[in-house]
């Protein structure tokens, strides 16, 4: 096992230069450099890839497993070593069951839709888009077919992101939300929101960083392993559970979006710097899915970062840097910070709607790849989706269809994540709570760590070892559902509107 | 050719990832990153080697040049061509020479020398250091019977920092600088320096970074191809021409030494960002030598930063940047920032007596390696020539013979080339001089595109295909000497100090 870890590490350390360059290119780096970095990390990929699907790995590898039929073949190893052998198994044929041709014409076409999305959504023009689109879906329904799926086509892309979700099941998670969600949304506005015009005035982005520093140092992100740094689009990436870096962007108009996305990726970062290192390189050093990631920065920013406690223990020090908003009450900041408006656009949407922006997605990306619609009638599926989930309807294709980047490198697959997120992370908390004692009174205390320690032991240290189902299981002891995340929504916004 | 440069370009990739890798180690890492960045770059570093002393190199390579005996065997090849297979040639057998298991003893003692002399120079305790210094002569004299030599071993440790260069050049060099020098530093010792007290106030840090900011790129610095960071000691890395990067340090009590530094690096910086990107990767793209790029930052610090000329331009706008300036004539800031005192340590020391500093290192370690020289005379020797070229004596021998760290890295043979670096300046200078029509008159009014355009075509576009020596002659028609840089030394201090 020895040498085969040490192979993994070896692919990891490639893997985790590139993310530093791939940090500085989004930080740091001038534009001129741009051209060559490129080149540098497409042959920092190039080498990963041909180590990761070269014969001294699978040579190691077969010691543990059949390499064709996957079966373990060395019996002495721990429960964890079986799986660790299984998943690089796995990890290993989704690599190598693609053609290289298939993966230059996926990487050329991908470069291609790119900028033709880029192109057709300034010009708000979907006509631009289509064919590359077309094609894309093409190629995505190809891959599904190398890949293999026991269902649906969709379910193999699914896979690379939570890996054994399927469509059947999401579908039926969604299902369960979607209605209970509708309702409350029905609720919700029929009420008047928040005057809300003590957050357009100008606040000074020092003082934005130096609070945002505070509040995620505060939660329990080691500084001594992290730092963040100002980039176009927030993110986080860890090189290793040691430097794990996250970014924020300031605008001096917009308070609530730096602070919530220094919160958010610190919930992510925080899983970062939680994972295993004993097992760093092997898929049991790796968070466990796309979703389970999303879960720990959604349940720092949302579940505890929007909550009236968080704030009983924050807003004072918020005060302190911004003497503007001395007279603002601990009731109307909570209003505030949790105001509830339907938004064509998925990324600014609050909590409550943004889970209604996935399903959308979710259905029509479903019926994309696993039936067969024309291109063409792509636009008009999504505005009525729209129209059905929100009410509204986009004015044209660019806060429409072509608001996200996601299709357009042929991420088919990736946006249930983002509200698998919501559910796992809901269903997490809701245990940490009966665990816990007392959690949210030391949250309104400023006191995090046990809440941090939980989720160390709980979700990041096991990395890859549960399929995201599975462990959600583990932790709570019973199925993954849609109604922890339901029961919060409505306590919370039932409260805070009096519906 | 195409398919050789590709194999070094892909080396060079590796090698500009490691240098992003470092440069973030030196300006932004958190220090828990340590321990893993170092595995990261000794990963990077051996699958460079490997490549670089791989079959498939050497394969392409010997299809232009007998790999046994370095003849050309491709008679088709360019003048350029040529000389680039026989750097490459050069550099593989350099490599391949050492015998494994001696490169890896090197490596680790290596970091055990260096952690002996951080012990040591704090202890303030030379035998600490002794055994681990004795045992790195012995390998470095070893190396040098590897790497094989014409007259003396110490000129195989050269060539490795100043192409072609010998004991006997340089002692000759040196020897004509030294009766010069010495001569000079007398008289200077006889006036009484101009009082400094106005430069012991404080001068706020940002102000100092924007000054700087607006000097580096006032000089010639691209800075969509470059930045400027902070780090705990100056220095200039280059990814690629079209990416350099600087850094400086800034100290509220020390002017002049954040400026100067900033003025420093942005001369290795022009360098780099001067290289012909056409031959990126391979010998023609790089450097010339060590001492040739050192040229270029004492150039633009020393020959242009501290001329009346520049002043004349400058000192207006650092008085924008400091009120407190305001009186300050420019004869007297000029007297002020050529200020000449003896200096116990390398690094604090002037212009005039910095290579006097390089002599005596040259005169301790040629003996070193030269001859046969026990451990524990070195301190000696060196307080000896303390007394001889300075007239003073070190306290204790961390500010003596431990004072530089190079040593302790294996470093021997480097210092020569930071005093060739004024010598090679110098001579550069004298022919810019008569080719650039008024470059003075233009460098007063902050008109720096001639002389570095200039210096972008006779020095940095050829790379290394001139070894340093012919390089200058090449560029000034004369053979190297000492004799400009004295003239330049002689004629601007007599001025200053009326001698």
Redesign the interface.
């Known amino acids: 096992m020895k040498k085969l870890k040490n192979i993994l590490l070896?692919i990891k350390?490639?893997e985790?230069?590139?993310s530093?360059?791939h940090w500085?290119q989004e930080t740091?780096?001038?534009?001129?450099?741009g051209?060559?970095?490129a080149?540098?990390l497409a042959?920092?990929s190039l080498?990963q890839h041909q180590m990761a699907t070269g014969q001294k790995l699978k040579d190691e590898l077969s010691l543990h497993i059949d390499y064709n039929t996957g079966e373990l073949v060395n019996i002495t190893l721990s429960e964890k070593e079986k799986q660790l052998v299984r998943l690089v198994w796995k990890d290993l044929k989704k690599q190598v069951v693609l053609p290289d041709d298939f993966v230059e014409e996926m990487s050329k076409h991908t470069s291609a839709t790119q900028q033709a999305w880029i192109k057709a959504k300034k010009a708000k023009d979907f006509s631009i888009y289509a064919p590359y689109l077309e094609k894309m879906i093409k190629l995505k329904k190809q891959e599904t077919e190398f890949l293999g799926y026991k269902d649906k086509p969709y379910d193999a892309l699914l896979d690379g992101f939570e890996p054994g979700m399927t469509t059947e099941n999401v579908a039926k998670l969604f299902g369960g939300l979607k209605e209970r969600l509708v309702k409350l949304v029905e609720k919700i506005n029929t009420v008047q929101q928040i005057d809300d015009s003590i957050l357009q005035q100008s606040f000074d982005t020092n003082e934005q960083w130096k609070f945002g520093m505070k509040i995620a140092e505060a939660i329990g992100l080691?500084?001594?392993?992290?730092?963040q740094?100002i980039s176009a689009h927030p993110f986080t990436i860890g090189?290793?559970p040691?430097?794990v870096r996250i970014t924020t962007r300031l605008n001096d108009k917009m308070l609530l979006s730096g602070l919530f996305s220094t919160i958010h990726e610190t919930g992510h970062a925080i899983y970062e710097q939680g994972l295993n290192k004993e097992y760093f390189g092997t898929p049991l050093g790796e968070a466990a899915s796309f979703g389970i990631h999303e879960s720990q920065s959604r349940l720092w920013e949302n579940t505890v970062g929007r909550s009236k406690e968080f704030w009983t223990y924050a807003l004072p020090i918020l005060k302190e840097h911004y003497p503007q908003l001395k007279e603002v009450s601990l009731d109307d900041w909570y209003r505030l910070i949790n105001v509830v408006k339907p938004s064509m656009i998925r990324v600014e949407s609050d909590e409550v709607y943004y889970s209604l922006h996935i399903m959308l997605r979710f259905d029509v990306e479903s019926m994309i790849i696993n039936g067969d619609v024309n291109v063409n009638d792509i636009p008009k599926l999504w505005n009525d989706k729209m129209k059905e989930y929100f009410g509204i309807t986009p004015k044209d294709d660019s806060e429409g269809v072509m608001q996200d980047v996601h299709w357009s490198f042929g991420g088919f697959g990736y946006f249930p994540s983002y509200a698998m997120g919501n559910l796992y992370g809901a269903q997490i908390m809701e245990q940490a709570e009966k665990e816990i004692p007392d959690l949210w009174k030391k949250v309104s205390k400023g006191k995090f760590l046990p809440l941090k320690k939980w989720l160390n032991e709980k979700v990041h240290v096991h990395g890859r070892f549960y399929d995201p189902e599975k462990l959600i299981e583990v932790i709570s002891g019973a199925p993954l559902s849609a109604d922890p995340f339901m029961n919060y929504l409505e306590k919370k916004y039932k409260e805070i509107y009096k519906l």
Request: glycine share 6%; proline share 3%; aromatic share 12%.
């Open positions: 070896d350390k490639l985790s230069a590139a530093v360059l500085d740091y780096m001038p534009e001129g450099g051209a060559f970095r080149e540098v042959y920092l080498m080691s500084m001594n392993n992290a730092r740094d090189f290793h040691d430097d």
